[in-house]
């Protein structure tokens, strides 16, 4: 018994470090403006991966994601962590590509791995919180889903037991493989990178970044495979164009708006102790407090 | 046909507050739209269902009753859902942005190739014009929430498919009784013809469901804080103002990132949205995620050593100063003043 897991995983903006002109006019996200990071929740979810791999010998660990060339530096890190192999599924086909847009072309690309027996995905990303992509994908694959996953307590090569945290409590919900699991921050964090493993694949890169690079490595590709991170554009996976991108979007940005606060008659104090004390005076007799 | 939906979220037999919030919106909307009210009760023993929400306005309740529904999974509740609109063809869909309804809101729509905007803090109704295409588009709903980056709101609108769907937090639309005797028409499903024994292949072993010990939502008064409090320990005087006022402390969404509050207390648009009396923000930026779930306050003081923290420009106090060196303060005089 050994699985094939894939791990779906997004490169975000880091939303707690973003600057004005994170938005493009036409209301998506100006990406380049921001530093890029591996989305929190989809690290738990790759240390649970990595945790079944350890486990159950035998089991492989994909790691997919869909994004711009850059990515790949996600698929890299979770190389020094310990996933085997990495997929990026990049090129202006997929360029404006809202959730379901994006669940269709990973469902593709997953599709293509051949047979897997267990998804899982962090249950939502940073910089848009929708938590939509990992039910849609199921939904796509016409697999059963389990979201918000904070642990996997079991598999077996026919079932999976999880412990769910939900807003106010927890569940344990067991379910048939192959399934789609979202992983909740709460989750175990994922481990740090392996020294070694680092060292093994400091120079893994895509097609891209090597051409980008203009460096001649051809025989150091040659004799380690394991260095190609696989890169597919939409012609390399099975799909029907009008579900990708802006056509497969139904969801469109009809506008972005600043907005001005109309600016309150505020008064300003110091941290006196004479304003505070006529502050809670003031508030006490018009009975806001007390 | 191409009604307004919303989806029943029901526990132990009674209807969320989140879903008789919707309920309340959709009948505002539905009104603009020259359309019908109706709701969705998924559940076993749905009885008591009609009368918790027929005095909100609701026009036509579908009921689909069977054990297996309860507890909640996925797919059965989804596959009603699919099925019936693929009968109904609503034009508008609206669930709580839950743990279940962001759970079942995304199935449902990639089913259905539709379009889903999660945790929105205002719905309308306007139009649209594509301009590439040369094509207006009457009525739409227009599905408003905060984007990141800075202070922006976008409106994102279907203009092609339907339904339009959208979640909503608990809190953020007020529920409001329409009338107390108002009656609809109650239509039984024929659950066969809507799930399959397919669906049913998630097991719930175990399920614990707390109440919620936190009720920031009814809070007339709420001590929020946020990454500037600077650690738990710093909290713990929030927790001593917040006490001696009779209130309840909230936290911004950086200052439960950072373990100083528990996720339960988070105020903002993937948090709780409150209306209290009086907030104090102590120690908080004021990012528009933050503030679309505190603006409606009657009064807001805030307190950060920033003179120009966009936080104040919505405060009726700002107090220039440290977190540290204020609470106290505060606690202080407002003993000595109340004996
Ligand atoms: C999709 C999405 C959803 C989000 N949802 C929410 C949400 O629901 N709720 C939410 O709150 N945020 C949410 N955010 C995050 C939001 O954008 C901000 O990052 C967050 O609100 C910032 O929290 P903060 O004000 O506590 O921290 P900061 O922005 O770091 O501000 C700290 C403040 O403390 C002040 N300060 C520092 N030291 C002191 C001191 N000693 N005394 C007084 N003041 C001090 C500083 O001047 C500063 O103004 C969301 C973001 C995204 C992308």
Known sequence: ?290 | MNNLFVYLEIEDGIVKDVSLELLTKGRSLAKQLNCKLEAVAIGYQLENIPKQVFPYGVEVLHLADDKRFVPYTTQPHASVLIHLFKEEKPQIALLGATSLGRDLGPRVSSALFSGLTADCTSLEIGDYEDKKAGKVYKNLLYQIRPAFGGNIVATIVNPDCRPQMATVREGVMKKEIFDPKHTGEIRRLEVSKYVSDQDFVIEVIERHIEKTKIDIKSAPIIVSGGYGVGSAENFKLLYELAEVLGGEVGASRAAVDAGFAEHERQIGQTGTTVRPKLYIACGISGQIQHIAGMQESAMIIAINSDPNAPINKIADYIITGRVEDVLPKMIKYYKKNTK
């Open chain 1, 1 to 290: 018994m050994s699985f094939n897991i894939v791990v779906l995983a997004k490169q975000v903006p880091d939303t707690r470090n973003v600057g004005k002109d994170a938005m493009k006019a036409d209301g998506t996200v100006n990406r380049a403006a921001l530093p890029a990071i591996f989305n929190p929740e989809d690290l738990n979810a790759l240390e649970q991966a990595l945790r079944i791999k350890e486990k159950v010998p035998g089991t492989v660990v994909h790691l997919l994601t869909m994004g711009p060339v850059r990515a790949a530096e996600i698929i890299r890190e979770s190389l020094y962590r310990g996933a085997d192999d990495g997929f990026l599924l990049s090129g202006r086909e997929f360029a404006g590509s809202d959730t379901l847009a994006t669940s269709y072309a990973l469902s593709c690309a997953i599709r293509k791995l051949g047979k897997i027996d267990l998804i899982l995905c962090g249950r939502q990303a940073i910089d848009g919180d929708t938590a939509q992509v990992g039910p849609q994908v199921a939904e796509k694959l016409g697999l059963p889903q389990i979201t918000y996953a904070e642990d996997i307590i079991e598999i077996t090569k026919k079932n999976i037991t999880v412990k769910r945290r939900l807003e106010r409590g927890v569940e344990i919900v067991k379910g048939p493989l192959p399934i789609l699991v979202t992983v909740n921050g709460t989750a175990a964090p994922c481990r740090p990178r392996n020294a070694k493993l680092t060292l093994k694949y400091k120079h893994a890169a895509t097609p891209s970044e090597k051409q980008e690079s203009g460096s001649d490595y051809t025989d150091l590709y040659d004799a380690h495979p394991y260095l190609n991170i696989t890169e597919w554009g939409a012609n390399d996976i099975e799909h029907d164009p009008k579900w990708l991108g802006l056509s497969g979007s139904p969801t469109k940005v009809k506008k972005i708006d600043n907005i001005v606060f109309t600016a309150k008659e505020s008064k300003r104090l110091t941290g006196s102790d004479f304003e505070i004390e006529s502050l809670m005076k003031e508030l006490i007799a018009n009975h806001t407090i007390g």
